[in-house]
């Protein structure tokens, strides 16, 4: 290797300004001190120089200490680890070569330890036949950890895809192909890999996982990914992210315990799902949703996450058709979060709710978070029970209204409005038997909201606690539904109630004689507080 490491103009600038790598690349004018003549450097212990080359963290700057001594050359080649930054394509091929040649004749570290980082910088934009020919030389050093990031060449043919060889000894690989979505061809076997990373790919799961028998986690940045099939005994922790509608997913994973999801876009209409994970105890899931309710509603997105019950040990089976999962006892929390908001094109939507909430892999939910958004007062009574119809096994309901424009608009929206669509939700009844908690954030106590909790009230017998977050611009033209409000509390007394508006907090409990008076809520404080 160079003394320059095998940089260009552009590489070399940034070897300035980098501690580890200015080793060499600037010559000291100062007069050497005088000396016994003796080379005391080229005299210490193999070990001892080994460690000193190991400590620089910069192969460019091992390579450099040949000036003090002859003995010193290509003792960078014996290093268990390889970092390999700011260097030309070229110089960099040259350089594995001669490592893998150096361990094969038994020098440096053992082929199944040590690791080997390569970062290649934007300027040096390569072929997919260019990062073929670098993996292939990177297999025979047989690094226990390699970490391989370079940018591709947008104006090369890269059709033929990326070759990802075999590393028979390789415990960990992370792949990143900045900023092109590249086909990655697996052409090896991966005896040893446990983790594996991969980032700006396209790969068949299918085809790279039967290659991998002992790989536990998987992180995949992958898109265009129509099919998401994943089939290991191994794995234990899946993560996947795409930028496209899927068609398929099809997993089949028996020791998968962490799986976390996550896609821009949605699913197609044709759309089937498979999966068997008996041991999932954490799970993450966002997809972007093409459903609508009326003629203004649209689900945005939707969003699964579990957090951690405190409670007895409990266990997850799949059903008999090993397609979703059926909660048998609950080890945790699963939270199904909806982004709801009026849209001009939901009339043109023909995936109803339920059809988007059905492509998940789980099934019964303990809290159903709603977000929505609109922009001004609109009745969002009707689409808070359809989102409801799908989650009749919750036992907390919280509801989060986001009005944009709610401060410079008062009353509500006009009466031809879809919002209110079909009219005759303020007498439906849905069966909420595990129901024991509802907060609404934003709750302006309007006639229509009134009602909604009526119907809640109506649909539930296990409600023990009410929670409404006032916003400080209350309506005066809401003090009608107040007196309303206050009716329906006081016909449930043993309700835990509480009133939270701007900072001040005001709680009750409806078994007090003075809870009428601490339902009115005093808004001239907020705004002096402002």
């Not at 709610?406 to 669509?421: L, V």
Request: net charge neutral; glycine share 4%.
């Amino acid at each position: 290797m160079d003394a320059d490491g095998g940089a260009c103009e552009e590489c070399r600038n940034k070897q300035l300004a980098l501690t580890c790598c200015r080793v060499g690349l600037r010559r000291s004018r100062r007069t050497p001190h005088p000396t016994d003549g003796a080379d005391h450097i080229s005299a210490l212990p193999d070990d001892l120089r080994l460690k000193i080359v190991s400590d620089l963290g910069c192969i460019r700057a091992a390579s450099n200490l040949s000036l003090l001594s002859r003995t010193w050359r290509g003792l960078w080649r014996c290093l268990p680890e390889l970092d390999f930054h700011y260097i030309c394509p070229d110089s960099l091929l040259a350089a594995l070569d001669q490592v893998a040649a150096a361990r094969a004749e038994g020098e440096g570290s053992p082929l199944t330890s040590g690791s080997l980082n390569i970062y290649l910088p934007i300027h040096h934009r390569l072929s997919a036949a260019r990062i073929s020919s670098i993996l292939r030389a990177a297999a025979p050093v047989a690094p226990s950890k390699l970490d391989f990031s370079l940018f591709m060449d947008e104006d090369a043919d890269n059709s033929a895809g990326i070759e990802l060889p075999g590393f028979d000894y390789t415990t960990s690989i992370k792949l990143s192909f900045a900023p092109l979505e590249t086909t990655l061809l697996p052409t090896g076997h991966f005896a040893k890999l446990e983790t594996m990373s991969l980032i700006f790919c396209q790969i068949d799961l299918s085809d790279l996982l039967p290659r991998c028998p002992t790989l536990r986690k998987l992180k995949a940045y992958c898109w265009p990914l129509t099919l998401l099939k994943v089939h290991s005994a191994s794995l234990q922790e899946l993560k996947v992210y795409t930028h496209s509608d899927l068609r398929v997913i099809d997993i089949a994973t028996p020791l998968l315990k962490k799986f976390k999801f996550s896609s821009d876009e949605g699913t197609e209409n044709e759309f089937s799902l498979s999966f068997s994970a008996p041991l999932l105890d954490g799970v993450t899931w966002r997809w972007w949703c093409l459903s609508s309710f009326g003629a203004l509603w649209r689900l945005w997105s939707l969003k699964i996450k579990t957090v951690k019950h405190h409670g007895p040990t409990q266990h997850l089976t799949s059903n008999g058709e090993g397609s979703c999962l059926q909660l048998q006892q609950r080890p945790h929390d699963k939270i199904l979060l909806l982004k709801i908001g009026k849209s001009r094109y939901a009339r043109n939507l023909s995936r109803s709710f339920g059809q988007d909430i059905s492509r998940v892999p789980v099934r019964s939910f303990s809290i159903l978070e709603l977000d929505i958004i609109a922009t001004g007062r609109h009745v969002y009574g009707a689409v808070v029970l359809e989102a409801l119809r799908f989650c009749t096994s919750i036992q907390r309901l919280k509801i989060t209204l986001n009005r944009l424009q709610e401060r410079k608009r008062r009353g509500t929206c006009h009466a031809s409005c879809p919002c209110d669509q079909p009219r005759n939700w303020r007498s439906r009844s849905i069966t909420l038997t595990n129901l024991k908690e509802v907060e609404v954030d934003g709750f302006s106590g309007e006639d229509h909201e009134v009602d909604l909790l009526k119907v809640i009230f109506r649909s539930t017998t296990m409600l023990e606690e009410l929670t409404l977050n006032f916003p400080t611009n209350v309506s005066p033209e809401c003090s009608s539904a107040y007196e309303e409000l206050r009716s329906i509390l006081n016909a449930h007394r043993s309700m835990k109630f509480n009133i939270y508006q701007w900072v001040d907090v005001q709680e009750s409990s409806m078994d007090e004689s003075e809870s009428d008076s601490q339902i009115v809520l005093d808004t001239s404080s907020d705004e002096s507080d402002g």
